[in-house]
């Protein structure tokens, strides 16, 4: 998993790149649990991730709470089409804040 | 047959293990002219066995050891995963319900969902042999390049 990250409007952009599997499972719940500080608005770009498996959803879930718990805010932005699959086929895409692009996901937190 | 392979793959049942894994099967599939779907679902469902095999078979042991067999044809692909650990019968595993998003405890769901058949069997050295089998889809799919 690659990771890069920018300020646009007020909100954290992080771009995730290649498989949200088990084995990238440890990196992204610290980095989740770092960039979600009290408050943040977050933005996860998920245009290149070629892979979600049941550890990365369960850390989505995580994450969301976790945001909720701090008074942040995180969105899920651009998922390929299998990405967004995992997410249906689990149903939490009931729970976590999905949008078809970075432009809607950026003006959702903004709102 | 043209279309048809078979061949084997062995990895440590280490979880930094199943990328290699996954492009080994991919290569095999795209070779015999599956599309994307059908080579994400198998991708899927076998980082979720390899996932259980780590975790639950071997407990976390990362010394231990597991093989692949990979069977294409025209027609369908099964990789058959083979490990000595504890036993694992997916047929006998409900998992929770999806009423409640929660964080973990999809991996069998989601094998069974993307699979047309999961079976398992006792593996002849103790633990347990599973078979993933996936038909290729019907018609054109979408050829996507691998990031």
């Known amino acids: ?111 | 047959m043209p279309g048809s392979a078979t061949d084997s793959f062995s990895l440590a049942s280490r979880v930094e293990e199943i990328d290699g894994a996954r492009l080994w099967l991919a290569a095999h599939m795209r070779a015999a002219g599956y599309g994307d779907d059908d080579v994400w679902a198998l991708e899927l469902a076998l980082t979720e066995a390899l996932a259980n095999v780590v975790h639950h078979a071997y407990g976390g042991d990362p010394t231990q050891r597991i093989d692949l067999e990979l069977d294409v044809s025209p027609s369908r692909t099964t990789v058959t995963i083979t490990d000595s650990g504890a036993p694992f019968d997916p047929a006998a595993y409900e998992p929770a319900p999806l009423d409640t998003p929660r964080s973990g405890g999809y991996g069998v769901h989601l094998m069974r969902e993307v699979m047309d058949e999961v079976g398992a069997s006792a593996a002849p050295e103790g633990g347990t042999q599973l078979r993933l089998t996936k038909y290729r889809s019907p018609g054109i799919q979408p050829r996507r390049s691998r990031s």
């Open chain 1, 1 to 111: 998993m690659n990771v890069s990250t920018e300020e646009r409007g007020g909100a954290k952009v992080v771009r995730l790149e290649g498989a949200l599997d088990v084995a990238a499972a440890l990196e992204l719940r610290d980095l989740l649990g770092t960039v979600l500080e009290p408050g943040a608005k977050v933005l996860l770009d998920l245009a290149a991730v070629s892979l979600i498996d049941s550890s990365g959803v369960g850390i989505l879930v995580t994450a969301h709470r976790l945001a909720d718990a701090r008074g942040a805010a995180i969105v899920l932005a651009a998922p390929p089409g299998p990405v967004g699959r995992v997410f249906e086929l689990t149903r939490t895409n009931r729970l976590l804040r999905i949008f078809p692009s970075v432009e809607e996901g950026l003006a959702a937190l903004a709102a």
